[in-house]
């Protein structure tokens, strides 16, 4: 196996001394948006489809190998977008500033949405996408947002429970298959593991497993050095593993991952500030900070011909007409 492929058990310590100055490259995602915060909470967070486009194309010349998308709404940009036909004017937009970039949509979502409206996403043709393995449960304040934004609204209180439950999951994972969509699942504390295993049983996902543990999250783990390796000590073999902190959590589990061997996700979705009380300038800002600690860990930022390789995708990007 290549150095680009190599993949072992990351909390194994026998497994992580020899590798240590022959890690793989690092992975960087971008989430560049996300399905709730908008303009109101920093003005450099991407909206429209051209907004994305251009914030995305700065992170990928940044290090960006894979960019995860919320589309949002035309004539509503703080609400998710519900139709197939938006989705596609995202992505096609991406594709055209990004040629190679891994393209990651969620089916996460946002508030409000059926998950008929989450699965819109899967037509659109993305490369990977998002997939909850646990019910999502979050209580926060969305500040007011003034006119002239478009979409003005008050200032509201979220407080809702996603209901994931073993048969939606199965259900999104076999929409996702039957289309040739890698799943990136999402975990938020080791109950997820269950689900994981669930999946691999039913011939639903295929290695190498791409997972994520979501930190710092209202009902994930607390993001501590001790929860990620509980964490990734019960993944299956064949996992390639990336990690979000978020908010004041970003800059200490990216830095973590990298050490271990694993991948980063950071991004305006996840953090609107770029250290205590100053507001991030772009996605790009964030993604140069993690290619920065990257390469003083010594460890590459992979390109998007690598992170394909490494996660079994096809070396042949969609393309949008």
């Known amino acids: 196996m290549s150095a680009i492929q190599d993949r072992w058990n990351y909390a194994d310590a026998f497994s992580y001394l020899p590798r240590i100055g022959k890690m793989p490259p690092t992975i960087i995602c971008c989430a560049c948006n996300g399905g709730v915060q908008g303009k109101e909470s920093n003005p450099a967070l991407p909206e ?15 290090g960006a190998s894979m960019v995860h998308v919320h589309a949002r709404q035309e004539a509503f940009p703080t609400r998710p977008a519900v139709t197939t036909e938006r989705w596609l004017e995202v992505n096609r937009s991406i594709r055209a500033a990004c040629p190679d970039i891994i393209i990651n949509d969620t089916t996460g979502g946002g508030p ?3 998950m008929d409206e989450r699965l819109q996403c899967l037509d659109a043709r993305p490369e990977v996408a998002s997939l909850n393995l646990t019910p999502d449960m979050s209580r926060f304040k969305l500040r007011e947002r003034l006119a002239p ?3 003005p609204r008050p200032e509201v209180v979220y407080d809702e429970c996603l209901p994931f439950s073993y048969k939606l999951i199965k259900r999104f994972a076999t929409e996702m298959k039957e289309r040739g969509i890698k799943p990136e699942l999402e975990t938020y504390h080791t109950g997820g593991g269950w689900v994981i295993r669930f999946l691999i049983e039913e011939g639903l996902i295929e290695k190498p497993y791409w997972i994520q543990t979501v930190m710092g999250y209202q009902t994930s783990s607390l993001a501590t050095v001790d929860n990620v390796v509980n964490l990734v ?3 299956p073999e064949d996992t390639v593993w990336l990690t979000s902190g978020i908010a ?11 050490l271990l061997g694993g991948h980063v996700r950071v991004g305006l979705e996840d953090n609107v500030y770029y250290a205590r009380g100053v507001l991030a300038e772009s996605n790009a800002q964030l993604v140069a900070r993690a290619a920065r600690l990257s390469n003083e860990l010594n460890r ?3 390109t998007p011909s690598q992170a394909r390789e490494m996660l079994g995708l096809s070396g042949e990007p969609t393309q949008y007409p």
């Not at 051209?50 to 940044?62: K, W």
């Not at 004041?248 to 830095?255: A, K, L, N, R, S």
């Open 48 to 62: 429209t489809p051209e907004e994305i486009a251009e914030s995305v194309h700065g992170a990928y010349e940044a």
């Open 248 to 258: 004041q959590h970003q800059v200490p589990m990216t830095t973590l991952a990298i």
């Open 149 to 151: 934004l478009p979409d």
């Open 112 to 114: 409000n949405m059926t």
């Open 300 to 302: 590459e930022v992979a």
């Open 233 to 235: 000590r019960e993944f």
